[in-house]
C-alpha cells in the first residue's frame, strides 16, 4: 500500500444515529472504504453542530440521546476516492461531504504490530 | 552533544506555585529545555528563600509552607544557550536568570548518539499558511509518553503557532487494522488527528523531528488561508485572578 505526492481528501458530515442497511452509517462508511482499499478512513465525533437539516446536533451526557454530529476523514489518490464517490452518494441520505487537495508528507507503518 | 571545554551554567529561580499556561512554570521550563535538545538539566527544590518580591517562603511553618524556591541549572555550549535565552526571558516572568562560565572537564555520556536538531526561532504569521493533519494511534508512544503528548510539547518547544489534538472514534490507516474505541473493553487505542496550522517553512523545518517521532501514521499537508489568529491576554489574566 503506497500513498505519496498528491492526494484528496474527503469529509464527509453526518449524523451518529443514521443509519444504512439497519446499521450505524459511520461504520458502514469505513467498512466500504476497506473493501474499495482505500488507504484509511478515520471517524470523529463533533460535540455540537447543525447542517442541512438546520437540527442542533448535541450530545447529551444524562439523556442518552446521542445523535452527535460525526465527520469521516478519507484520504487517497484522486482515483481511489472518484470510486468512493459514487458509493457514498448512494448512502448518505442528509449531509454533506467536501474534498479538498492534500499533500502526502509521510504514511508508514510498521510491520507486526498488528493484533 | 556537550563536549569537554568552555560552557555556561544557566541557573533560573522560579517559585514552585509559578504557573505557566495551566502548568507548573519549572515543568514547563523543562519540557522546553528538553524538546529543544539541551544536553541536561536538573531541577532542585530549595528549603527555603526569598526572591524580588521579598516575601520568605519556607517550610518552617507547616500551614504556611508554599512557593517554595525552585532551581533550574543546565550546562550548554554558549551558542546553544543564546539560542533559548529569549524564551527562557518570556518563561521565567518574575524569576531571575543567572549564567556564568564553566569548564566541563568530562561530559556526560550516552548510549546512542542521538542528532543534534537545529532549532527554528521566530514565528512569521502571513495571510498563506499550511495546515499538516497528522494522523497516529492513541497508544502510540514516543519516549514512554503518549505520542499525542510528546508531539504537542515538541511543537510548542519549536514555537510552532498552534496545534489541536482529535480523538477519533473508528478508523483504520496503514497497517489495516481498525482502531476503535469500544466502552466495553478498556482496549482505548482510539485514532488520534493532531491539526498543525504554520507558515510552511515552519512546518517544513518541523518536519525532521516529527520524521523521528512517529513511526507509523499518515502526515497529510494542505493550503489555507489564515483569517485570524489572536489572543486575548487581558482574559488571560482575568482567568488567573479568578482562580483561587
Redesign the interface.
Known amino acids: 500500500m503506497k500513498l505519496a505526492g498528491t492526494a484528496k481528501m474527503l469529509r464527509i458530515y453526518f449524523g451518529e444515529d443514521d443509519k444504512w442497511n439497519d446499521k450505524p452509517l459511520y461504520r458502514a462508511i469505513v467498512e466500504k472504504c476497506r473493501e474499495l482499499d482505500i488507504a484509511g478512513a478515520t471517524v470523529f465525533r463533533g460535540i455540537e453542530g447543525y447542517g442541512a437539516s438546520t437540527l442542533i446536533r448535541r450530545t447529551h451526557h444524562l439523556t442518552f440521546s446521542h445523535d452527535a454530529p460525526l465527520m469521516v476523514s478519507v484520504i487517497d489518490s484522486e482515483e481511489k476516492i472518484q470510486k468512493l464517490l459514487p458509493l457514498l452518494d448512494e448512502m448518505v441520505d442528509e449531509g454533506l461531504i467536501a474534498m479538498s487537495d492534500v499533500e502526502v508528507i509521510k504514511y508508514v507503518h510498521q510491520d507486526g504490530v498488528r493484533s | 552533544m556537550l563536549k569537554a571545554g568552555p560552557a555556561k551554567k544557566v541557573t533560573i529561580y522560579v517559585g514552585e506555585d509559578h504557573q505557566y499556561h495551566g502548568q507548573s512554570l519549572y515543568s514547563a521550563i523543562l519540557n522546553f529545555l528538553f524538546y529543544r535538545r539541551i544536553s541536561g538539566a536538573t531541577v532542585t527544590r530549595g528549603l527555603a528563600g526569598f526572591g524580588g518580591d521579598h516575601h520568605l517562603h519556607t517550610t518552617r511553618i507547616e500551614a504556611l509552607t508554599g512557593d517554595l524556591p525552585m532551581k533550574i541549572e543546565f550546562i550548554e555550549s554558549a551558542e546553544k544557550v543564546d539560542e533559548v535565552l529569549p524564551k527562557l526571558h518570556e518563561l521565567a516572568g518574575t524569576g531571575l536568570i543567572e549564567i556564568q562560565d564553566t569548564m566541563v572537564v568530562k561530559p556526560a555520556e550516552t548510549s546512542k548518539k542521538k542528532p543534534v536538531q537545529e532549532a527554528h526561532p521566530s514565528l512569521k504569521r502571513e495571510s498563506k499558511a499550511k495546515m499538516?493533519?497528522i494522523?497516529i494511534g492513541e497508544n502510540d508512544k514516543w519516549g514512554g509518553q503518549p505520542l499525542y503528548k510528546a508531539l504537542i510539547e515538541s511543537m510548542r518547544a519549536n514555537d510552532i503557532a498552534g496545534v489541536t489534538i482529535?480523538?477519533?472514534?473508528?478508523?483504520?490507516?496503514?497497517?489495516?487494522?481498525?482502531h476503535k474505541d469500544s466502552a466495553l473493553h478498556l482496549s482505548h487505542d482510539r485514532?488520534m488527528?493532531l491539526s498543525v496550522v504554520d507558515t510552511e517553512e515552519k512546518l517544513l523545518a518541523y518536519?525532521p523531528v516529527?520524521?523521528g517521532m512517529?513511526?507509523?501514521?499518515?502526515?497529510?499537508?494542505?493550503?489555507v488561508d489564515i483569517i485570524k489568529y489572536t489572543h486575548d491576554f487581558a482574559a488571560t489574566e482575568r482567568r488567573k485572578e479568578a482562580r483561587p
Request: hydrophobic share 45%; glycine share 12%; charged share 15%.
Open positions: 499538516m493533519r494522523f482529535y480523538q477519533g472514534i473508528l478508523g483504520y490507516g496503514a497497517n489495516r487494522r481498525i485514532p488527528m518536519f516529527l520524521d512517529v513511526q507509523q501514521g499518515l502526515v497529510v499537508m494542505s493550503e
